[in-house]
């Protein structure tokens, strides 16, 4: 049990573009969700906790303009990354966290995203 | 907000040895401390967590001890194999965020 997804794994784009990150829990339903961001070689740094049916709530230094971020559902979050840029460019990871288990979070896959 | 400092970057040790990473934190108001392995290019998994009411926790070759005094937690692998290889994290959670420290990437020479 406790299954996070993310789609997509990788994506590539255009200097400009937005791009849309799915975060679900296949088997659990998660009240709260995180979006973090990792860097090569770098460790998790939060970007923002996401509530189902609230705003989210940013880190310090995390645009929420540009990191749109929508919990509609107790099992999908989605992370818009808005006029990416090659800075950008990192691996997305999200996690769950189950209203059973409030300390346990349960990590996706990742999405790795290049822009060019 | 919530500090964590992770000790060492890196880590070699011999197949068979011990393995020991160290943490500190900075908020006494921490209260559930996790560990996480993450293979290259993979998600970080949950591979043992302690709570602020506890000082040690083991689960077969791995273990955790936290002192709240002094705000230290640490990992032992005891025994450890090429299967260990990766990079581990040390987190603090607080007010249900979880901050995670930079990382130790562990070698297990053969």
């Known amino acids: 049990g406790a299954v996070v997804s993310q789609h997509p794994s990788r994506v590539i784009c255009k200097s400009g573009t937005s791009v849309k990150i799915e975060c679900r829990s296949l088997?659990?339903?998660?009240?709260?969700m995180f979006w973090y961001r990792q860097f090569p070689k770098q460790s998790l740094m939060l970007m923002a906790t996401?509530?189902?049916?609230?705003?989210?709530?940013?880190e310090q230094g995390v645009e929420k303009d540009k990191f749109l971020i929508n919990h509609a559902s107790l099992t999908l979050s989605t992370l818009t990354v808005t006029s990416a840029h090659p800075e950008d460019s990192s691996f997305y990871i999200c996690?769950?966290?189950?209203?059973?288990?409030?300390?346990?979070?349960?990590f996706g896959p990742g999405t790795r995203l290049t822009v060019l | 907000g919530e500090n964590v400092e992770q000790h060492p970057s890196t880590l070699s040790v011999q197949e068979g040895d011990s393995a020991v990473i160290k943490c500190t934190y900075s908020?006494?108001?921490?209260?559930?401390f996790p560990w996480y392995k993450q293979e290259l290019g993979k998600r970080p998994q949950l591979i043992i967590d302690?709570?602020?009411?506890?000082g040690e926790k083991k689960d077969q070759r791995i273990a955790v001890t936290l002192n709240k005094t002094a705000k230290h937690f640490s990992l032992h692998i005891t025994e450890t194999q090429p299967e260990d290889s990766a990079v581990y994290f040390c987190?603090?959670?607080?007010?249900?965020?979880?901050?995670f420290g930079k990382g130790t990437r562990l070698h297990i020479l053969p």
């Open positions: 996690s769950a966290r189950a209203g059973s288990t409030p300390d346990t979070q349960y």
């Open positions: 996401s509530n189902e049916g609230s705003k989210a709530t940013y």
């Open positions: 987190a603090a959670s607080i007010n249900d965020k979880i901050i």
């Open positions: 088997d659990f339903q998660a009240t709260t």
């Open positions: 302690i709570r602020s009411n506890v």
């Open positions: 908020d006494s108001a921490s209260n559930y």
